[in-house]
């Protein structure tokens, strides 16, 4: 799996949007980029993925440059309970079989302030 | 919810000790993974089983087991426990044909 670089910490004020870069330069053709989040001690959450095109759901979107070597995660309108560290991982998707085990870096620490 | 439970919540035992955490996955999903979360190690992935069988292995210690029973649950099995042993311990499933892995609430070890 490729590697990651996002800021170890971000803050943002309640209410705005919270954009969370990560690096990804040696991504291959096939990665996908995903993105979970962890709340203070509980199991890590799945957010959003995206192969190139932008991605949304309910719960973010991700923007993924034209190159793919970089890409955005945005929390529309940041609540407290956004606080959290978000991770983004780069990987093969597979079909059949069940995925690969998760490589966790050490992600962003968002806080969120009121 | 994310639907994946575990058990127990807690569990607080002494070095040399043997442990057992149990997890079951979300309806359907034949996928479980195990992962650990120390302090100093950050979150790092231990085992994969898929529709029973074993499919990969992270880094997981020859100490640690785990396997997974016809009716889909997995159990973890942790011998020989010493003091760095302690950490959370997550488990998460996914369905066949997606990649997103849905994650449990974890047990907390400890070992004194």
């Known amino acids: 799996d490729a590697k990651t670089t996002q800021p170890p910490s971000m803050d943002c004020a309640e209410g705005r949007a919270a954009n969370l870069p990560c690096n990804h330069s040696t991504i291959s053709g096939n990665e996908y980029v995903y993105w979970y989040r962890q709340i203070h001690s509980q199991g890590p959450q799945y957010i959003i993925h995206g192969l190139k095109n932008n991605e949304t759901n309910e719960m973010a979107s991700l923007i993924i440059t034209e190159d793919r070597k970089s890409s955005t995660l945005i929390l529309p309108h940041a609540t407290l309970r956004d606080t959290a560290v978000y991770y983004c991982i780069v990987r093969v998707q597979r079909s059949g079989g069940g995925a690969d085990g998760l490589t966790f870096g050490k992600g962003t620490h968002l806080i969120i302030q009121p | 919810d994310s639907g994946v439970t575990q058990t127990p919540k807690h569990l607080i035992t002494a070095t040399g000790q043997r442990v057992t955490l149990r997890c079951s996955p979300r309806s359907g999903d034949l996928s479980v993974y195990w992962y650990q979360q120390s302090l100093d190690q950050g979150l790092q992935f231990l085992i994969q089983?898929?529709?029973?069988?074993?499919?990969a292995k992270g880094n997981i210690l020859e100490r640690f087991s785990a396997q997974q029973f016809p009716d889909l649950h997995s159990e973890l099995n942790l011998s020989s426990l010493e003091l760095g042993d302690s950490a959370l311990y997550f488990c998460?499933?996914?369905?066949?044909?997606?990649?997103?892995?849905?994650f449990g609430p974890g047990t907390r070890l400890t070992v004194t």
């Open positions: 089983y898929y529709n029973g069988e074993e499919r």
């Open positions: 998460a499933s996914s369905a066949d044909t997606t990649n997103e892995q849905y």
